[in-house]
């Protein structure tokens, strides 16, 4: 039965767990890759192998493989949330009806079951492509035997499709909690999901992320200069779960970060400033889910940039174990995928939570107030958001990639590619307002009467 209406859901809101299936399929295309590259130098003879630059096609999957599984339940467990709240409605509905809190979290299971049924055939299609072409550009760099070859990706892609099912059934298991945990009366009241104060248990866990940040900060920190490469994947980690950290305290944080940045706005542009910081500063959750995703594509993707440049540094310098030009080249690689994922995740979420708002805006279109208006407010409420994102993003990177520095240099000051991260935070800004203000607009495109209603 709740197989029947998970399919019933998929297909009733697919705009709704279309940016879950992106992720999923992304996840399903990169373990696949990975999968395959790490079967590919299967009967190459081992002098072939000891003449690869480099560290090795295992310890470069497994570098790669580590960080992606883990941005993959970040970025689903963000996605299936707004899945969620495009059905929060009706899911609130069967529990008023005596559906209970296992029947929910059955059915969300399924859904995310579902989704990555229809989504691996693709996703193993993609991954061997990406396999195949990762695997000449190795080989170019000498990094991998010059007869490795892809065999068949069809174990790989079981592999990724079960990997990537767990990682969808336990982020739907914990997205279910924002359903099941309020009583059905007041799930019903609140058809876009509970604006609550986090609790304590998200706070503890925030906590609990943020000592784990801490310590992982250290321990990059503490590398000898022989283990730069153990330093750089602390490093990586380190800002992976502060950002966990972030998202996990966000709706306390960003009213903090908010207040400063909202005066400059009221005082340069006192109607729209002071409308677009009034309605960030009374949606705390809103925007906190809004900022995150942002943080994370610009918190990681600038420590990968400036973890490079400080390679890059350490390398020109006195020998003595620095990460090369070739692991430099890896971690670009590294960023591309997870900037990736960030993309996926901020894009999704600003869909989601600019398309919740249709009958704000149909109430001040009512008001008075024009589309032009409207999406004037929505455009400084973006820039504001984007501008959170980095500064959380960037006090992030701040913090990682001092400590990577102190052990590939001895200096706690990294070396900072100014221009990559220009790029990365124009590349924030250009995803973040054009995505706000395109969803804002198809929001508004039904007559303001029938939407408020």
């Not at 890059?312 to 430099?328: C, E, I, N, Q």
């Not at 890896?330 to 997870?338: M, P």
Request: hydrophobic residues 55%; proline residues 5%.
């Amino acid at each position: 039965m709740t197989g029947v209406l998970a399919w019933s859901q998929l297909r009733r809101r697919t705009a709704g767990f279309a940016g879950l299936a992106a992720a999923l399929l992304l996840a399903v295309a990169t373990v696949t890759a990975l999968g395959a590259l790490l079967g590919a130098e299967r009967g190459v003879s081992a002098a072939e192998r000891g003449q690869v630059r480099g560290p090795g096609l295992g310890l470069i999957v497994g570098a790669f493989g580590e960080i992606t599984v883990l941005v993959a339940f970040f970025v689903a467990l963000n996605t299936l949330g707004f899945a969620l709240r495009h059905q929060y409605r009706d899911l609130a509905l069967l529990r008023t009806v005596a559906a209970t809190p296992r029947q929910i979290r059955q059915l969300l299971r399924r859904q995310a079951g579902l989704t990555v049924v229809l989504v691996a055939a693709p996703g193993a299609l993609l991954g061997a492509a990406a396999a195949r072409t990762l695997l000449v550009a190795l080989q170019h760099r000498a990094m991998a035997a010059p007869h490795a070859r892809i065999h068949s990706v069809l174990p790989a892609a079981g592999v990724a499709t079960a990997a990537t099912l767990l990682v969808a059934v336990a982020a739907a298991s914990l997205t279910a909690r924002q359903v099941t945990a309020p009583a059905p009366a007041a799930a019903l009241a609140d058809s876009s999901g509970p604006d609550r104060r986090p609790g304590a248990v998200r706070l503890l866990a925030a906590l609990a992320a943020l000592t784990g940040g801490a310590l992982l900060v250290r321990l990059a920190a503490t590398r000898p200069p022989a283990e730069v490469d153990k330093a750089a994947q602390a490093t990586l980690l380190a800002a992976l779960v502060l950002l966990v950290a972030v998202a996990l305290a966000g709706p306390l944080l960003t009213p903090l970060v908010t207040a400063p940045l909202g005066r400059v706005l009221r005082t340069a542009l006192p109607v729209t400033g002071w409308q677009a910081d009034a309605n960030l500063r009374g949606y705390a959750r809103r925007l906190a889910s809004a900022v995150v995703p942002i943080a994370l594509l610009t918190g990681l993707s600038a420590t990968m940039a400036t973890m490079t440049g400080t390679a890059l540094r350490a390398t020109a310098g006195p020998p003595g174990g620095a990460t090369s030009a070739t692991d430099s080249w890896l971690r670009q690689a590294e960023l591309g995928l997870l900037g990736g994922f960030g993309a996926i995740a901020t894009v999704t979420t600003l869909v989601a939570l600019t398309g919740e708002r249709r009958r704000e805006f149909a109430l001040l279109r009512l008001l008075g107030a024009t589309r032009a208006d409207v999406l004037r407010v929505v455009a400084l409420e973006a820039a504001l958001t984007a501008a959170l994102g980095l500064l959380l993003g960037g006090a992030v990177t701040a913090a990682t990639t001092g400590a990577f520095s102190l052990a590939a240099t001895g200096s706690p000051v990294p070396t900072v590619p100014v221009a990559t991260c220009a790029r990365i935070a124009a590349a924030a800004v250009l995803l973040t307002v054009p995505t706000v203000l395109a969803a804002a607009t198809a929001a508004m495109r039904r007559p303001p009467t029938a939407a408020a209603g």
